[in-house]
Nanobody
Framework: QVQLVESGGGLVQTGGSLRLSCAAS????????MRWHRQAPGKQRELVAT????????TYADSVKGRFTISRDNAKNTVYLQMNSLSPEDTGVYSC?????????WGQGTQVTVSS
């Protein structure tokens, strides 16, 4: 009923930038928290950034502070992740996750590859 779809991933050189998008559709009333996660090969999934829906309070993982920016467009039920100064260590599958009421919903993920 609720679907999240990420877009914007791809291949980028070290030092480059990408902007990821995640759009929700379906029964989206009640979104409270919007998050981005990533998972590199052989590593645990990492929470990258969080933003509250109703007031734009944001948090970031230490590894991305100063380089990544999370934002949202509530009218479009969309969350964004602007990624700058990318390095190979940022390579992984990036997934969005929304809390809607008491339920957590997840997107399918989008691949980000940073070449050295």
């Amino acid at each position: 009923q609720v679907q999240l779809v990420e877009s914007g991933g791809g291949l980028v050189q070290t030092g480059g930038s990408l902007r990821l998008s995640c759009a929700a559709s379906g029964s989206t009333s009640g979104i409270s928290v919007m998050r981005w996660h990533r998972q590199a090969p052989g590593k645990q999934r990492e929470l990258v950034a969080t933003i509250l829906r109703n007031i734009a309070i944001v948090t970031y993982a230490d590894s991305v502070k100063g380089r990544f920016t999370i934002s949202r467009d509530n009218a479009k039920n969309t969350v964004y992740l602007q990624m700058n100064s990318l390095s190979p260590e940022d390579t992984g599958v990036y997934s969005c996750n929304f809390r809607i009421g008491p339920v957590e919903y997840w997107g399918q993920g989008t691949q980000v590859t940073v070449s050295s």
